[in-house]
């Protein structure tokens, strides 16, 4: 009788601390609880991309006379045996600068792609006349780490993500994320820039990490549900091995008897 009085209590111990620990509020998992309905925002979040060192940058230039434009175009390979030659991307070295065909060094690092175009486009004026100039980022990629379903690094399509693409790539945040403390980390150039968003406020829509940049990091901590579960899963495995001590010191004690 003595043992399963035991057990019976030792059980609800185990079941008090799962209850506790599943619980969590609505203000900790609710995104935006301070939007109302039909409500208007306009965006003014002005961003705009920028090139940074280490960036991998696509440049064609095309003309009406594809001779003229040719040497401002760097391709690896030959079209022998029907392979299309790959054209060749340029890498932003630590001054930030590229080393472009005919023209030489420039520097693009911290210039937008319309910035880069209206360079080149100057520069490129003595050679050709109306150049067409497609630039693109070719190693456009961000990191997601901490509580959410699938953490990587992930690539990115286009010229711009907000943080809330980039979270719904990952699966979304665990229920055990924090959602109104996620840290972005950003590099300019070798400088570290650690930004907090709130995300269950609308104001995080005009975050200056609402978008994020190549390469940034965004880490989700968990929230203080998790913590205190983490601890009590230890606090529980030493109340497992106490209780069975003392069960298996009953039961040698009453067989003793």
Do not use: W
């Not at 109104?180 to 980390?185: A, G, H, M, R, Y």
């Not at 989700?220 to 606090?235: C, F, G, H, I």
Request: with cysteine.
């Amino acid at each position: 009788m003595f043992i399963k009085n035991l057990r019976a209590r030792y059980l609800l111990f185990v079941l008090s601390i799962l209850l506790f620990n599943s619980c969590a509020s609505k203000s900790e998992v609710v995104y935006f609880q301070n939007a109302d309905n039909f409500e208007t925002l306009v965006d003014n979040n002005s961003f705009t991309p920028k090139f940074k060192v280490d960036d991998l940058v696509s440049i064609h230039i095309s003309t009406l006379d594809n001779v003229a434009s040719a040497p401002f175009n760097l391709f690896r390979g030959s079209s022998e045996g029907g392979i299309m030659p790959e054209q060749v991307d340029y890498l932003i070295d630590q001054a930030g600068e590229i080393d472009f065909p005919v023209i030489g060094k420039i520097k693009i690092s911290g210039l937008s792609p319309e910035e880069v175009r209206i360079l080149l486009r100057d520069e490129l004026s003595d050679y050709l006349k109306d150049p067409i100039i497609n630039i693109r980022l070719r190693n456009f990629s961000v990191t997601i780490l901490g509580e959410v379903k699938r953490a990587g690094t992930y690539a990115v399509n286009g010229e711009r993500i907000t943080i809330l693409e980039a979270l719904g790539l990952a699966g979304d945040l665990t229920i055990k994320g924090k959602r109104d403390n996620v840290l972005v980390i950003r590099d300019f150039d070798g400088t570290k820039v650690y930004t907090r968003i709130n995300l269950t406020n609308k104001k995080a829509l005009s975050s200056p990490v609402y978008y994020l940049t190549q390469n940034d990091v965004v880490y989700v901590e968990p929230n203080k549900s998790a913590v205190t579960s983490s601890s009590l899963d230890n606090r529980a495995s030493i109340a497992v091995t106490i209780a069975s001590i003392v069960i298996t010191s009953s039961i040698l004690l009453i067989t003793r008897n």
